[in-house]
């Protein structure tokens, strides 16, 4: 069954705190909406990538690669600085674990430190019960990262749910029930990729949980032995991995700090110093010297984070809010007029990748305007795009009869430039096709 927390301590209050805060923001965040936009919401279907305000088009992928960049650097940091913090604290499979196990000891009756030698039946189904509910919950939530929760319920309200969309729930829920209720940290144990590499970042000032063996050993009853530790085993029983902290730092721990308060628990009963085990460095816990804060890796990973952060700056004030691509209409690559003039069809994708409708003007512009001799046809321009949209629009380019003859290149520049302010442009080339070319 699920491991018994400590029934009291400072980490373990501060866990709790924690917990509520990182669920919170967890569940709250699809419900959120800036301007009528969600705060986050990866939208795969229309290709847009609502982050915090930021809409980010496909074209636009390299700022969600700066954001992953920037929370990788970010773990490096506080790993190297705070050992599996993330792991102990912020981790939705160990935030989300907690409150599955609560759940248990609330329906079971939990006492002490341990499960009770019976549980009835009909509360065993009780918490499994319960458990599926919550995890069809957080599914919920999980899915709204995807598709608007308000657009969710929208659709179960009038019965226009579609039977792909309830599978999904369905399985995402079932998923969420094993990992959570079942799986717990074996996956920690087992299965996260971050617990095998966790190990390069540490040095010997890194802040770990660990046992302070010069005080504790040798251990054993109280009276019997001269180290504090007096074997209760409390600390290995409380583990949510199972591992034994006395026997030193290991890959299975997760800096959860429930042996930190049992042990405390003990040690306040047999009035004796707290912190047997506790948050403090290897250099420290050897006595050679207090922990550093400033060193080459810590250095090294602030700078490289604080220059993605940077990069990431720089690209937002930069950044033009309007996209613009360029591609011939395969149906009539060429076409040749009733007067003799030739003609070019293309298909322009235009997007508004700002937070409110533009109008955007199409025009061709020329390396030497005086002898222009292109001239488009659309059939609306300017074009009124909405907040965040994108539209196709067709135009046709005439070309003079003889252009066949000329023997100029046929560079094409088409200019998308904002109504309301002509300097915020973009140009993309294209190639004018001849008769001669498309055989």
Known sequence: M??????????????????????????????????GEPLV????????FHVFGLVIFPQELYFLWLILAALGLSLFLF???????????????????????????????????????????WRRAATHICWFALSAGVAFHLVGYFVSPYELIGRFRTGQVSGAAIGFLTVVSVVTY????????????????????????????TLVVGYDGARGEPRGKRGAAKGDCVDCGLCVRVCPTGIDIRDGLQLECIACTQCIDACNGVMARLE????????????SLEGLRSARLLRPRVVVYGAMLLGVVAIFAVQI??????????????????????????GNAFTLHLENRDRAPRSFRIRLESSAPEEEPFELIAGVNPVLVA???????????MAPADWSARGDSGELRFVLEDVERPTRRVVHRAHFLTPEEVR
């Open 2 to 35: 699920l491991q018994a927390r400590t029934v009291s301590g400072s980490w373990r209050t501060l866990r709790w705190w924690a917990d509520a805060a990182l669920i919170a923001v967890l569940l709250g965040i699809p419900w959120v909406r800036i301007g």
């Open 41 to 48: 919401l990866l939208d795969i279907p229309e290709r847009r």
């Open 79 to 121: 790993t190297a600085l705070a050992g599996r913090v993330w792991c102990g604290w912020a981790c939705p499979q160990t935030v989300f674990t907690d409150v599955y196990a609560a759940l248990a000891r609330r329906i079971q009756g939990w006492r002490g430190w341990s499960a009770p030698a019976r549980v009835a039946g």
């Open 178 to 205: 094993l990992d959570f209720a079942i799986v717990r940290q074996t996956f920690c144990k087992y299965l996260c990729p971050y617990a095998r590499f966790q190990g390069v970042l540490f040095d010997r000032d």
């Open 272 to 283: 004796r110093a707290p912190d047997l085990i506790g948050y403090r460095s290897w250099v």
């Open 317 to 342: 004030v930069s950044r033009v809010p309007m996209g613009f691509a360029v591609a011939h209409n395969r149906d009539a690559l060429f076409s040749r007029m009733a007067d003799g003039r030739l």
């Open 387 to 397: 907040a965040t949209h994108s539209i196709e629009a067709r135009v046709f380019v």
